[in-house]
């Protein structure tokens, strides 16, 4: 998803983003502009806002400083009741798999839930702000990990943080392979449940 240019003032809301493949072509090999989510506004002051989204089961493969779930190169993305599990980055070069913040953009980030901030990225110029309802922690989705990877296939000389495979079997034919099977509502015992801002509305949550 690519929101650019007059984009201001969009809101992502009960959102799933889950599945997905950023993948290096010869034409552009090192993908700088990759992100499951792209936010590159006219104007800095500019705001995109995510609300009850879902970051999940992503992988990416690129040599440039982006990020396989949230990119946000210019503007403001504000993230809030929303959860990053699972994301997957090449790190033989420079790509994180959470989020990344380039200089002149910012994020600010509160009631959400990440495997853990090692997977986050902000450039000198920039601005990644944490509220102070952050959590850290497995989701407990109904796809596990180990599910998303079965759905990998092994790509001699790259390494993953964790060690995992980075091509997706499902852009090839006949693997069978379908990243629509991942379930990622909570099972009862996640700590994401009711960890939200008590504030928001909740009867739309998915």
Same mark, same amino acid.
């Given at each position: 998803v690519y929101v650019t240019g007059a984009g201001g003032g969009t809101a992502f809301e009960n959102g799933r983003f889950v599945g997905n493949a950023l993948q290096r072509w010869q034409a552009e090999a090192t993908c700088p502009n990759a992100g499951t989510v792209h936010v590159n506004l006219a #104007? @800095?002051?500019?705001a995109v806002s995510f609300d009850n989204c879902t970051f999940a089961y992503n992988v990416g493969d690129a040599s440039a400083p982006t990020a396989t779930g949230l990119l946000v190169s210019k503007g403001a993305a504000s993230v809030h009741n929303s959860v990053?599990? +699972?994301n997957l980055a090449y790190t033989n070069g420079l790509m994180v798999a959470d989020i990344r913040v380039k200089n002149g953009?910012?994020? /600010?980030v509160d009631w959400t839930l990440f /495997?853990?901030? #090692? /997977?986050?990225?902000? @450039?000198s110029a920039g601005?990644?702000?944490f509220g102070e309802h952050i959590l850290l922690g497995d989701p407990l989705f109904r796809s596990k990990l180990s599910d998303f990877v079965d759905l990998l296939s092994t790509k001699t000389g790259?390494? *993953?943080d964790p060690e995992y495979p980075v091509v997706p079997l499902w852009?090839?034919? +006949?693997? +069978?392979?379908?990243?629509?099977? *991942? /379930?990622v509502h909570a099972k009862r015992r996640s700590p994401a449940i009711d960890a939200g801002d008590p @504030?928001? $509305?909740?009867? #739309? $949550? *998915?």
């Amino acid at each position: 998803v690519y929101v650019t240019g007059a984009g201001g003032g969009t809101a992502f809301e009960n959102g799933r983003f889950v599945g997905n493949a950023l993948q290096r072509w010869q034409a552009e090999a090192t993908c700088p502009n990759a992100g499951t989510v792209h936010v590159n506004l006219a #104007n @800095a002051a500019d705001a995109v806002s995510f609300d009850n989204c879902t970051f999940a089961y992503n992988v990416g493969d690129a040599s440039a400083p982006t990020a396989t779930g949230l990119l946000v190169s210019k503007g403001a993305a504000s993230v809030h009741n929303s959860v990053f599990h +699972g994301n997957l980055a090449y790190t033989n070069g420079l790509m994180v798999a959470d989020i990344r913040v380039k200089n002149g953009a910012s994020c /600010d980030v509160d009631w959400t839930l990440f /495997d853990s901030t #090692n /997977d986050l990225h902000v @450039a000198s110029a920039g601005t990644l702000t944490f509220g102070e309802h952050i959590l850290l922690g497995d989701p407990l989705f109904r796809s596990k990990l180990s599910d998303f990877v079965d759905l990998l296939s092994t790509k001699t000389g790259v390494s *993953l943080d964790p060690e995992y495979p980075v091509v997706p079997l499902w852009t090839r034919l +006949g693997t +069978g392979k379908d990243p629509s099977v *991942l /379930d990622v509502h909570a099972k009862r015992r996640s700590p994401a449940i009711d960890a939200g801002d008590p @504030a928001a $509305e909740w009867r #739309n $949550e *998915l």
